[in-house]
């Protein structure tokens, strides 16, 4: 089984760690080690920093809210040339939340959640901010559960406006809709830059908003004849697109 991954304080681990280095886990992630998952002497464990730097570790000593382990090897993820953002339009029954869970899971590098015009749920001034994050604690989890070492930047929620700035700012953006003449499969990836992905609410983008985020330069695709949900259409299109770039 892959070791368990949990999150320590950056600058706890450095690139030139010596071998046998001790680094103590504590905090909440520590006390979860140690009472929940039961981590004992000898067992491997991955420690991130949330930066980049991965350590593989063994298990050392442990005590009732933390433990000491040694540093085997420190690796770092660098950063790809070509980025992915994932903007996720606010849906009801936490559809919203799966997607961000998944796209994490399959290591999308951003996530901005969006006040579509057709979203039913609101983040009024008093939720947005717990909204926010939950959204942060849901990336966060998903990124221990796959082993990585860095996970997505979950932003503020974002107006179209917002979204209009992206799609200017990215290298390619692709909005899924069912009507789209295009299919995601004929669409040629950049190099390098930022890709932004928006995916709409149930009741779908509106037309003001597609023409908005066209003037800005974004392209519509579609994937195939049938309609995804809101909490799958995202992860979907992540998963081809990956398939073409970072997993061939």
Known sequence: M?????????????EQMRPEEPVVLGGDEGR?????KRMAVGEEILLADGEGLLA?????????SELTALVQTVEREERPAVT????????????????LEAATELGVDRVVPWQAERSIVQWKVERAAKAHRKWVAQAEAATKQSRQATPPVVDELAAKQTVVR???????TLVLHEDAEVGLSDV???????????????GGITPGELDAFAAAGATSVR???????????GPAALAALFARSRWS
């Not at 892959?2 to 450095?14: E, M």
């Not at 992206?166 to 390619?172: D, G």
């Not at 994937?223 to 259409?233: E, P, Q």
């Open 223 to 233: 994937m195939g004849r049938t309609v995804l949900r809101s909490s799958s259409a």
């Open 2 to 14: 892959t070791a368990h991954l949990y999150f320590v304080a950056p600058g706890t681990l450095r």
């Open 32 to 36: 979860h080690a140690v009472t929940v």
């Open 84 to 99: 992915f953002t994932l903007v996720q339009a606010l849906a009801k029954g936490d559809r919203d939340l799966q997607a």
């Open 166 to 172: 992206l799609v200017e700012e990215s290298a390619l």
């Open 188 to 202: 040629t990836l950049p190099d390098a830059g930022d890709v932004v992905l928006v995916v709409g609410p149930e």
């Open 56 to 64: 593989h570790c063994v298990v050392a000593s442990t005590a009732k």
